[in-house]
C-alpha cells in the first residue's frame, strides 16, 4: 500500500515519529533512575546514625540480574543485596539494607545495639546472652 509521499509505504511516517518518541521516553527512564538512586544514597548517607536496642527478627537477601550484548558478546552479571529486619522495644520493626556485611554475622533472634542510618545499618553490637 503506497501514499502520495513518493511511493513509501505508509508505515514509514509512522516510524519517523514513533522511534524518537521511544528514544526520548528511554532516555528519560534511564536519567530518572540515575537520579532518584543518588537522591536516595545521598539522603541515607547524610542521615545522622542512630543507635537503639532491638532485636535481629529475619534476614533475606536478593540477587538482581542482568544480560549485556557488547560486539555479539554477551556478559551475565549480579549483585546481591543483604537486608536484615529489626524488631524494636516498642515492637516496630523496620527492615535495613546492610552495607556493612553484617549479614553473616547476625542471627535471627539475636538482640543488641543496632546502629542505623536512614534505610542502612551500620553496625550491630550483640548482647552477650541472645534471647
Do not use: C
Not at 28 to 51: L, Q
Not at 113 to 118: E, L, S
Amino acid at each position: 500500500m503506497l501514499n502520495d509521499n513518493f511511493g513509501e509505504p505508509m508505515g514509514f511516517d509512522l516510524m519517523i515519529t514513533i522511534i524518537p518518541i521511544i528514544i526520548v521516553i528511554g532516555f528519560v527512564i534511564v536519567i530518572g533512575t540515575i537520579v532518584f538512586r543518588s537522591v536516595r544514597y545521598v539522603k541515607n548517607a547524610t542521615s545522622p546514625k542512630e543507635s537503639t536496642f532491638a532485636r535481629v527478627v529475619s534476614k533475606r537477601l536478593d540477587v538482581q540480574q542482568s544480560s549485556h550484548n557488547h560486539d555479539g558478546q554477551i556478559s551475565h552479571s549480579s549483585h546481591t543485596y543483604y537486608y536484615i529486619t529489626l524488631e524494636f522495644v516498642d515492637g516496630q520493626r523496620q527492615e535495613f539494607l546492610d552495607v556493612k556485611n553484617l549479614y553473616g554475622l547476625v542471627v535471627e533472634g539475636d538482640t543488641g545495639y543496632a546502629a542505623t542510618q536512614g534505610e542502612w545499618i551500620v553496625a550491630f553490637e550483640r548482647n552477650s546472652v541472645s534471647s
